[in-house]
């Protein structure tokens, strides 16, 4: 059945485009919903970049501080104290049928501006929003401070009417921590495209060797791929130490870090632990450019700490086809299924045995590593599809606007709060 095309506000609290993590989501759901036919416009931050195709709607800057690093900070209250605002002018102005927010902050204006303005308001959560500031060293848990924000993240999860969780594990904890009603929430992971992340065997052999050479990684070294943020609780102080590991084994091995910020950081950490040599920063990859440079890979790695926000860079590299090493998280667990090689979280000597293992075992580990990597990518499209996701997405919107009635999915809850 055609569903009818809705005018959509997303409410993005960060400076939409930048190349990692929840900007991901933002952009493929945006792109999935309008190619069924669904109207969007993103409301951001000043700063970001710009992206073909999508209507994206930029605060009014802040008189010096017209850069904005990724993270917690304080700032923050400014920059989303104006986005509130000119989420107040689009609303004013255009007859929007849906709020669409992302983020605790997101959703906050949401649900004030939609009680205000008389639209349901669809809270998109990925994760939770005092855990991640803890995970960034923001805020310490036996803070006041601490206190008074997570009243306020439960007073915004409660109120939200509708809410999509990006993993299965943030919706068990929004019903067992929060205690929210499991009817308002349902869990959308994240997804990945594949036809745009695509194994190494999908572009000309020649490209591939091109740019191995020009980020001067030998042809001898196997190689492990990163792809995220570099940040403490990301793993990546635990990764390079891995690294030194492997090293001092004699193993013919590399590690392509690519990410940002903090590069200068970690690039003096692999200098101080020995390994400079066997570590290629590239900074900032463009997300264009993030599936031939995942396609370089022998195995990919995503020692991420935090226990509540997603890990959509696992997707990405499932898509790719390669085998994965991941700390034992639940999210890990969610997307990898069987198949994925689980570390000890934040164990150093785990994380380096199961990259020894995957890389250099030696009962023909090309073969079984290879055939895990195809089973992987056979996961990420037959259960993390876009295409999927969005039509959920557009059948919520449905429910909520009195259009349709919503069938429940058995273990994953719909969110079907009332207008």
Known sequence: MQSRSYRVLMVAPTSFFADYGC???????????????????????????????????????IPGRRNYEVGSSR?????????????VELLARKPFDVIHAHLHEGALIGEVLGDLFRKPVVFDLQGSMTEEMIDHRFLRRDSRTYRLLRWLEWQIDHKAPAILTSSGHARRLLL???????????????????????????????????LRAQLGIPAHRK????????????????????????????????????????????????????????????????YQQAPIYLALGDVATAPKL????????????????????????????????????????????SLAHHLHTCLFQPAGPSEFYHLLGQRLRQRAIQHFSWDTASREIVELYQQLLGDTPLQTLPGRGWAVGSK
């Open 75 to 87: 700032h923050k209250i400014a920059f989303d104290a104006l986005l509130g605002l000119k989420t």
């Open 306 to 349: 935090s226990l509540t926000e997603g890990s959509g860079k696992i997707l990405n590299y499932m898509a790719v086809g390669l085998p994965v090493v991941a700390f034992d998280t639940p999210v890990a667990r969610e997307y990898l299924g069987l198949d994925g090689l689980l570390a000890v979280q934040g164990d150093v000597d």
């Open 176 to 210: 067992d921590q929060f205690n929210c009603d499991p009817e308002r929430v349902r869990a959308l992971p994240d997804c990945v495209n594949t036809e745009v992340f695509r194994p190494a065997g999908a572009y000309d052999p020649r490209a591939l060797a091109a």
């Open 23 to 61: 900007h991901v989501r933002i952009l493929e759901e945006a792109r999935a919903l309008q190619n069924l036919g669904q109207r969007v416009t993103i409301v951001t931050y000043q700063n970001g970049n710009a992206v073909a195709g999508l209507d994206i709607r930029r605060t009014l800057p």
């Open 223 to 286: 190689l492990i791929v990163y792809l995220g943020l570099l940040a403490e609780y990301q793993g990546t102080g635990l990764l390079l130490q891995a690294m030194r590991q492997l090293v001092e084994e004699g193993a013919a091995v590399h590690l392509l870090l690519m990410g940002f910020p903090a590069v200068e950081t970690y690039r003096q950490r692999a200098e101080q632990l020995g390994v400079s040599a066997h570590v290629t920063f590239t900074g900032r990859v463009p």
